[in-house]
């Protein structure tokens, strides 16, 4: 997830003597004039307000936070990693316009978001997607199975790997394939999700990885497994397989599947029927339904993400991918125990937040409840493991050069007015 360098440790306990730093305002009503001042922990050790959840830390605090850890331990954390890969349709049907796409294709659309939202994701995530079918596709009425690189261009996928910082060459080999997609050919959507699934994204889990799917279609598949079928639009294939092999990746592999609806996935191009439903139950089985009363019906909603009856499918796509992202990005920081002979004081850790990667920039992620009532800032939870709060979390995962640190041996910071 977020940029780190390995496992860190907190080694630390509030020793007698160990002086803690506070913030002091000393505006009128709080006019937000800090000043550091060092101060008795024992003294402060009952000083829990905290009014400010980010609060810019210059060099002189943030050197003066350093040398005023108890241990002397700080380290940069590394937050529960996370898994994606995506699987898109890039199908003759995704070149088309609708009246949400305004004037764009689809495909371009989604093109553009999916890079948008791959350049703001953490250095620490790994990435990987498969286009399908990425190459023109020829009628097989051959019931008998071939092999899936006849309607997939399975060479172009793009292995799952650490993204890395900007520039890098995860980051160039996405841009590369996005760019160099041209929609053709049917739909073959059952070998595309079992192809990027077995060969992609498994071969990359780890035991302590969130892994995740999310399959990206404007309609039903049009080429059954094994690459069998016409890969018209007017002569669709049965869709159970694929939500079948959806389930499979989360009973056997505990793999969440993400399911996008783009335009055009609302009707049958054969019977012109409403057939969201089978996007609705995949998103079901791959346990990722956007609400817990929503139904395959559509009432109140579906349980995927429909784009369908969008009016504007560039902001609601994009809004879609930062759905996602959002649930598959953790801001939780596992705190180790600490070492042989020590005691780590819960009171005793202070978290910082570096700027798009600045360090002289850096933002004090300020202690407060789980219950994060003042909206930004971080909280020991039942697990007593440091997560963020909702909008600290969003502000972090937004950063693609983002660095957390751990300083650990003294009294929080405070902020007093």
Same mark, same amino acid.
Request: charged share 10%; aromatic share 6%.
């Given at each position: 997830?977020?940029?780190?360098?390995?496992?860190?440790?907190?080694?630390?306990?509030?020793?007698?003597?160990?002086?803690?730093?506070?913030?002091?305002?000393?505006?009128?009503?709080?006019?937000?004039?800090?000043?550091?001042?060092?101060?008795?922990?024992?003294?402060?050790?009952?000083?829990?307000?905290?009014?400010?959840?980010?609060?810019?830390?210059?060099?002189?605090?943030?050197?003066?936070?350093?040398?005023?850890?108890?241990?002397?331990?700080?380290?940069?954390?590394?937050?529960?990693?996370?898994?994606?890969?995506?699987?898109?349709?890039?199908?003759?049907?995704?070149?088309?316009?609708?009246?949400?796409?305004?004037?764009?294709?689809?495909?371009?659309?989604?093109?553009?978001?999916?890079?948008?939202?791959?350049?703001?994701?953490?250095?620490?995530?790994?990435?990987?997607?498969?286009?399908?079918?990425?190459?023109?596709?020829?009628?097989?009425?051959?019931?008998?199975?071939?092999?899936?690189?006849?309607?997939?261009?399975?060479?172009?996928?793009?292995?799952?790997?650490?993204?890395?910082?900007?520039?890098?060459?995860?980051?160039?080999?996405?841009?590369?394939?996005?760019?160099?997609?041209?929609?053709?050919?049917?739909?073959?959507?059952?070998?595309?999700?079992?192809?990027?699934?077995?060969?992609?994204?498994?071969?990359?889990?780890?035991?302590?990885?969130?892994?995740?799917?999310?399959?990206?279609?404007?309609?039903?598949?049009?080429?059954?497994?094994?690459?069998?079928?016409?890969?018209?639009?007017?002569?669709?294939?049965?869709?159970?397989?694929?939500?079948?092999?959806?389930?499979?990746?989360?009973?056997?592999?505990?793999?969440?599947?993400?399911?996008?609806?783009?335009?055009?996935?609302?009707?049958?191009?054969?019977?012109?029927?409403?057939?969201?439903?089978?996007?609705?139950?995949?998103?079901?089985?791959?346990?990722?339904?956007?609400?817990?009363?929503?139904?395959?019906?559509?009432?109140?909603?579906?349980?995927?993400?429909?784009?369908?009856?969008?009016?504007?499918?560039?902001?609601?796509?994009?809004?879609?991918?930062?759905?996602?992202?959002? #649930?598959? %990005?953790?801001?939780?920081?596992?705190?180790?125990?600490? +070492?042989? !002979? @020590?005691?780590?004081?819960?009171? =005793?850790? &202070?978290?910082?937040?570096?700027?798009?990667?600045?360090?002289? #920039?850096? %933002?004090?992620?300020?202690?407060?409840?789980?219950?994060? +009532?003042? !909206? @930004?800032?971080?909280?020991?939870? =039942?697990? &007593?493991?440091?997560?963020?709060?909702?909008?600290?979390?969003?502000?972090?995962?937004?950063?693609?050069?983002?660095?957390?640190?751990?300083?650990? !041996?003294?009294?929080?910071?405070?902020?007093?007015?």
């Amino acid at each position: 997830m977020l940029r780190g360098l390995g496992a860190f440790g907190l080694f630390a306990t509030l020793a007698p003597a160990c002086v803690s730093t506070r913030l002091v305002d000393e505006g009128v009503g709080g006019g937000g004039n800090f000043y550091a001042g060092d101060r008795d922990a024992g003294a402060d050790a009952s000083v829990t307000t905290v009014v400010r959840g980010l609060t810019p830390v210059t060099t002189e605090l943030r050197n003066q936070l350093e040398a005023s850890a108890c241990a002397g331990s700080s380290s940069e954390a590394e937050a529960q990693p996370s898994i994606l890969t995506f699987v898109v349709d890039v199908s003759s049907s995704m070149g088309d316009k609708t009246l949400s796409t305004g004037g764009y294709t689809k495909w371009e659309i989604t093109r553009d978001s999916l890079q948008s939202a791959v350049n703001k994701l953490p250095q620490a995530t790994s990435l990987g997607l498969l286009f399908f079918p990425n190459l023109g596709t020829v009628p097989n009425q051959n019931t008998t199975p071939i092999d899936v690189s006849n309607c997939v261009n399975t060479p172009a996928m793009i292995a799952v790997a650490p993204l890395g910082a900007t520039g890098s060459s995860q980051r160039q080999a996405v841009t590369a394939g996005l760019q160099s997609v041209i929609p053709q050919g049917g739909t073959p959507t059952l070998d595309a999700y079992t192809y990027a699934l077995d060969s992609g994204l498994l071969p990359a889990i780890t035991p302590v990885a969130s892994s995740f799917m999310v399959l990206i279609t404007d309609g039903e598949p049009t080429i059954a497994g094994g690459c069998e079928g016409s890969g018209d639009n007017g002569s669709p294939v049965d869709f159970h397989p694929i939500i079948q092999a959806i389930s499979d990746a989360w009973t056997n592999f505990k793999i969440r599947t993400f399911v996008i609806g783009s335009p055009g996935s609302e009707k049958s191009a054969a019977t012109g029927a409403d057939v969201r439903s089978w996007l609705s139950a995949a998103a079901t089985a791959g346990q990722t339904p956007t609400s817990i009363n929503c139904s395959d019906t559509g009432m109140p909603n579906f349980c995927h993400l429909d784009m369908s009856q969008v009016s504007d499918f560039s902001a609601s796509f994009q809004q879609a991918l930062q759905s996602i992202t959002g #649930q598959v %990005l953790s801001c939780q920081y596992s705190v180790p125990a600490a +070492s042989a !002979g @020590n005691q780590l004081d819960p009171t =005793a850790i &202070n978290v910082l937040y570096a700027v798009n990667g600045d360090r002289n #920039q850096e %933002l004090l992620i300020g202690q407060t409840d789980a219950s994060c +009532s003042g !909206g @930004n800032g971080w909280y020991l939870d =039942a697990s &007593n493991s440091i997560t963020l709060c909702p909008s600290t979390c969003k502000t972090v995962q937004q950063d693609p050069a983002a660095t957390v640190r751990i300083l650990a !041996g003294c009294q929080s910071i405070t902020l007093i007015n």
